[in-house]
């Protein structure tokens, strides 16, 4: 393993993955794990939708950039980074200065199948939520297709996805130099 222990930061829209994935990866390293998400609701005494309706999303995007500058260990930690955080200019180029950035993504109808039924995504609170996620979806996707290596989580078992995470980190983080 690396000995400097670079951060793994895990991007994507939301419903790839990069929780399930990160924590499994988390375990097997001996590694903290971090959701920017969770992250932010705890310092801030309050969901992440509820930030949203008071504060508003510019105002959550700058928490975002905080956590990411000066929210958590600068190693040892495998990071689950929000859906929209690299949408945000500059963030994308923070963390790759700060860890290796994998993108996890999955096919829009995987997407939907997976966060259709959950109530906690504050940007899908609205009338059509499959035509929110759709328009999201395409308007991230080549976003998310230029951060860096992308690993399909789709109709694969975690255990198979984690270990091909674990080796590209493995092969960025060698290479890796703040």
Request: charged share 30%.
């Amino acid at each position: 393993m690396n000995s400097v222990a670079v951060n793994l930061y895990l991007v994507g829209f939301m419903g790839t993955g990069k929780s399930t994935v990160g924590r499994l990866l988390a375990k097997q390293m001996g590694w903290q794990f971090l959701d920017s998400d969770h992250e932010i609701e705890r310092v801030q005494g309050k969901a992440v939708s509820k930030i949203f309706a008071e504060d508003g999303e510019p105002k959550f995007r700058a928490m975002e950039r905080e956590f990411i500058e000066n929210g958590h260990p600068l190693s040892g930690c495998v990071v689950s980074c929000g859906g929209g955080l690299v949408v945000q200019p500059g963030m994308l180029e923070l963390l790759r200065g700060r860890g290796v950035v994998i993108c996890m993504h999955a096919p829009i109808e995987t997407v939907l199948q997976r966060t259709m039924h959950t109530h906690h995504r504050p940007l899908f609170e609205v009338e059509d939520r499959e035509k929110r996620v759709r328009e999201l979806y395409a308007q991230r996707e080549e976003l998310y297709r230029r951060t860096g290596t992308l690993i399909l989580t789709d109709k694969r078992p975690l255990r198979e996805i984690a270990a091909h995470v674990l080796r590209v980190y493995r092969m960025e983080a060698a290479g890796f130099k703040k």
